[in-house]
């Protein structure tokens, strides 16, 4: 493992231990050639997915730009750090035991969208925001008419 501080490949494994109930292990380093301290989690994966993006793109699937995403829903929210993480771990999971090593942006997005419905209501919203490209106010009233009538994703 590469020190994040000085590039050198020359680390010690200090500590490890099992994280995220058990779906990864957490380790904590030391760099021996300028003494910096980081950690470092493995996670199993299962296959390498790709999205396939509405405009037919395709692009690997990237765990920490899903995680980025739902940290911008859930900011300044009071949700549990480790609800958010077990959240994604769950749509991973979701995703990788689909048997498809390809997967539609619109699977992924209701996944998410239905994770947060359990989260938080709020950052449910500003997910749906942008998922569906909301445009104008009407939009956000349509939508929260919707959640007022039970009819989540």
Same mark, same amino acid.
């Given at each position: 493992?590469?020190?994040?501080?000085?590039?050198?490949?020359?680390?010690? !494994?200090?500590?490890?231990?099992?994280?995220?109930?058990?779906?990864? %292990?957490? $380790? @904590?380093? +030391?760099?021996?050639?300028?003494?910096?301290?980081?950690?470092?989690?493995?996670?199993?994966?299962?296959?390498?997915?790709?999205?396939?993006?509405?405009?037919?793109?395709?692009?690997?699937?990237?765990?920490?730009?899903l995680a980025r995403s739902i940290m911008i829903?859930?900011?300044?929210?009071? !949700?549990?750090?480790?609800?958010?993480?077990?959240?994604?771990?769950? %749509?991973? $999971? @979701?995703? +990788?035991?689909?048997?498809?090593?390809?997967?539609?942006?619109?699977?992924?997005?209701?996944?998410?969208?239905?994770?947060?419905?359990?989260?938080?209501?709020?950052?449910?919203?500003?997910?749906?925001?942008?998922?569906?490209?909301?445009?104008?106010a009407k939009d956000f009233e349509q939508f929260?008419?919707?959640?007022?009538?039970?009819?989540?994703?």
């Amino acid at each position: 493992m590469r020190c994040p501080f000085c590039g050198s490949e020359e680390t010690q !494994v200090k500590d490890s231990r099992s994280a995220e109930d058990g779906a990864s %292990v957490r $380790r @904590r380093r +030391e760099c021996s050639a300028c003494g910096g301290r980081f950690t470092t989690f493995e996670r199993v994966q299962l296959r390498e997915l790709t999205v396939i993006k509405s405009s037919g793109k395709k692009a690997p699937f990237d765990r920490d730009k899903l995680a980025r995403s739902i940290m911008i829903a859930t900011r300044k929210r009071n !949700v549990d750090p480790d609800a958010i993480e077990q959240m994604i771990s769950g %749509v991973v $999971r @979701r995703l +990788e035991a689909m048997g498809e090593t390809e997967i539609p942006s619109e699977k992924v997005g209701e996944l998410v969208m239905e994770g947060l419905a359990h989260l938080d209501d709020v950052a449910y919203v500003r997910y749906a925001s942008v998922y569906r490209d909301f445009r104008e106010a009407k939009d956000f009233e349509q939508f929260l008419g919707e959640l007022d009538d039970g009819e989540r994703d």
